[in-house]
């Protein structure tokens, strides 16, 4: 989603929190983050193609918050409504802009009807 963000804010400057899943609780898990010194000076969206539990999002919306950001949106392709619902709860201040919200979350906490595997897609990891 970077280089369609860059298309319409070619002036933008990329950060980036690497935040994966524990398979097993479904907490999120920070593997690596680099943000520009400023990061705090204007306004940041948080891009990530899927909102499904809403942990990752917190997780990181935390994170830059905890960094001095204020003024913090959140973009995604597909959304849960329970990760929604968690994101709003916890930081009400952020508005989150989805391309379309599915039906709910399975038992292994995918978005259903859902896409698949957003990393998997990316990385070409299926089955891996």
Do not use: W
């Amino acid at each position: 989603m970077t280089d369609g963000i860059l298309r319409l804010f070619p002036e933008a400057r990329i950060g980036h929190i690497g935040i994966q899943r524990d398979e097993r609780s479904h907490m999120p898990v920070n593997y690596y983050t680099r943000f520009p010194k400023d990061v705090a000076n204007g306004p940041v969206l948080v891009v990530d193609p899927m909102l499904a539990t809403g942990g990752s999002a917190v997780h990181a919306i935390d994170h830059l918050k905890r960094l001095g950001c204020r003024d913090l949106q959140m973009v995604c392709l597909v959304a849960a409504p329970e990760g929604v619902k968690k994101l709003l709860e916890r930081h009400p201040d952020v508005p989150v802009f989805a391309a379309a919200l599915d039906r709910e979350l399975d038992e292994n906490a995918y978005i259903r009807p859902g896409l698949g595997d957003a990393g998997d897609r990316i990385f070409g990891t299926v089955g891996a």
